[in-house]
């Protein structure tokens, strides 16, 4: 893979004589896609099918990026497989023909107040395995801010409660990252009285199993999201992000500095992190214009 990669470099520098600014930018992003094959799908460029790039545009999305930048990513990847048919390594590019990304800035996530993630992280009702287990799940994702791939991918090895710590692992790094104390004790609840009962053998590494004892799907975790949102009573359209991109604008709201709020993220670019701030800018503003005597 990386021999094409570099393959495509010549190509682009000696035969399309691309300004070096092209090169690099259309190779940051090809990268940066072969970097997220292999971290989330297992997989090589020459693999990817039209789902993975789909999904990776959606991830991208999803993580803050603008209408600008995944544009240029889906036209970077656009030339790239251009490239690779034309030098015989595929037969047909896996970038779907009709995917279009739009150029303007991207609506801002919904983002829940205090008050919402309060009544969200009271209603499990802890009287059985489900509901600790639930209680611990909601209350980790907004403690940390995690991707829910990163909550599923947990092992009970990556939990320290003496510490109060959780380590979130990819290809890449790992993440250390602090629990509030209702969220330690709600996992150290699931830990020590629930989790040992629900595992379906004892061998089984996975930190939140689903209701057959096995490693809990992304799928299996929407669902339960969105009943609690029901149940709560909540308006806003809730999912998994939701309670990151929360996490982030409410250490921002009471102090935290970019850096910081960047390395618990996980972001590899701070331009990501960046947009939160510019909600919470948006807020004060919207704030100074409703209240202040002269505006």
Same mark, same amino acid.
């Given at each position: 893979? $990386?021999?094409? +990669?570099? &393959?495509y470099?010549?190509?682009?520098?000696?035969v399309?004589?691309a300004s #070096?600014?092209?090169?690099? =930018?259309?190779?940051?992003?090809?990268?940066?896609?072969?970097d997220? $094959?292999?971290e989330?799908?297992?997989?090589?460029?020459?693999?990817?099918?039209?789902?993975?790039?789909s999904?990776?545009?959606s991830?991208l999305?999803?993580?803050?990026?603008s209408?600008?930048?995944?544009?240029?990513t889906?036209?970077?990847?656009?030339? /790239?497989? =251009?490239?690779?048919?034309? &030098?015989?390594f595929?037969?047909k590019?896996p970038?779907?023909?009709?995917?279009?990304?739009e150029?303007?800035?991207?609506?801002?996530p919904? +983002?829940?107040?205090?008050?919402?993630?309060?009544?969200?992280?009271?209603q499990?009702v802890?009287?059985d395995?489900?509901?600790?287990r639930?209680?611990?799940m909601?209350?980790?994702?907004?403690? *940390?801010?995690i991707?829910v791939?990163?909550l599923?991918?947990?092992?009970?090895?990556?939990?320290?409660?003496? $510490?109060? +710590?959780?380590? @979130? %692992?990819?290809?890449?790094k790992?993440?250390v990252? !602090?629990?509030y !104390? &209702?969220?330690?004790?709600a996992?150290?609840?699931?830990l %020590?009285?629930?989790r040992?009962?629900?595992?379906a053998i !004892? *061998?089984?590494?996975?930190?939140?199993?689903?209701?057959?004892?096995m490693?809990?799907? %992304?799928?299996? /975790?929407?669902?339960i999201?969105?009943h609690?949102?029901s149940? #709560?009573?909540i308006?806003k359209?809730?999912?998994p992000?939701?309670? %990151?991109h929360? /996490?982030?604008?409410?250490?921002l709201?009471?102090?935290a500095d970019?850096? =910081?709020v960047?390395? $618990?993220?996980?972001?590899s670019?701070?331009?990501?992190?960046?947009?939160?701030?510019?909600? +919470?800018?948006?807020?004060i503003k919207?704030?100074?214009?409703k @209240?202040?005597p002269?505006?």
């Open positions: 893979m $990386l021999d094409l +990669i570099n &393959a470099e010549k190509y682009l520098t000696k399309k004589q #070096a600014n092209t090169v690099s =930018s259309y190779l940051r992003d090809v990268r940066q896609f072969s997220w $094959l292999r989330t799908q297992n997989c090589d460029v020459v693999d990817a099918s039209q789902v993975n790039i999904g990776y545009l991830h999305q999803e993580e803050g990026r209408g600008a930048t995944v544009s240029r889906l036209a970077s990847l656009k030339n /790239f497989y =251009s490239y690779v048919v034309s &030098a015989g595929l037969d590019s970038v779907p023909a009709d995917v279009h990304v150029r303007g800035e991207k609506k801002l919904q +983002i829940l107040s205090g008050r919402e993630v309060e009544l969200l992280l009271a499990p802890c009287v395995a489900k509901g600790f639930d209680k611990a909601l209350e980790v994702m907004y403690a *940390t801010g991707r791939t990163e599923i991918d947990l092992d009970v090895d990556d939990v320290n409660l003496d $510490l109060g +710590i959780i380590k @979130c %692992r990819s290809a890449k790992t993440r990252i !602090p629990l !104390p &209702a969220a330690q004790k996992l150290s609840v699931y %020590r009285d629930i040992g009962s629900m595992v !004892p *061998t089984e590494t996975a930190l939140f199993v689903n209701v057959g004892g490693r809990m799907s %992304r799928q299996g /975790f929407w669902k999201l969105k609690y949102q149940t #709560a009573h308006e359209d809730i999912t992000h939701t309670l %990151r929360s /996490f982030a604008v409410h250490l709201e009471n102090g970019l850096g =910081s960047q390395e $618990l993220m996980g972001h670019d701070i331009s990501s992190t960046q947009m939160y701030a510019h909600m +919470i800018n948006g807020k919207s704030v100074y214009d @209240c202040h002269k505006a």
